[in-house]
Nanobody, 120 residues
């Protein structure tokens, strides 16, 4: 059973870069079952897809965040990471990593989520 766990700082200063890591257990991030995704939910708002990295290492980003986003992976640690640069308080959200199951077009499984607050 594939499980995901997010990690990273809970507080980031404006203009800095937000960095989060998702550790995958129970399966390899090179499996072609999944695209490995980042999704966020700002307070009082709906879910927003940020982007994903495929099993071959290709990346796709939300057009609205593309200029500030980078998703990469560390194969030796079975991890993938999110970097979001030049953050503002509007980037405050709960950040989730999730596996996008390509065969059935659903996000499953999800990590538990991690709160990131952008504040000076």
């Amino acid at each position: 059973q594939v499980q995901l766990q997010e990690s990273g700082p809970g507080l980031v200063k404006p203009s800095q870069t937000l960095s989060l890591t998702c550790t995958v257990s129970g399966g390899s991030i090179t499996t072609n079952y999944y695209y490995w995704s980042w999704i966020r939910q700002p307070p009082g708002k709906g879910l927003e897809w940020i982007g994903y990295i495929t099993y071959s290492g290709s990346t796709y980003y939300s057009p609205s965040l593309k200029s500030r986003t980078s998703i990469s992976r560390e194969l030796s640690k079975n991890q993938f990471t999110l970097q979001l640069s030049s953050v503002t308080p509007e980037d405050t959200a709960v950040y989730y990593c999730a596996g996008y199951r390509t065969s059935i077009s659903v996000f499953e499984p999800w990590g538990q989520g991690t709160q990131v607050t952008v504040s000076s």
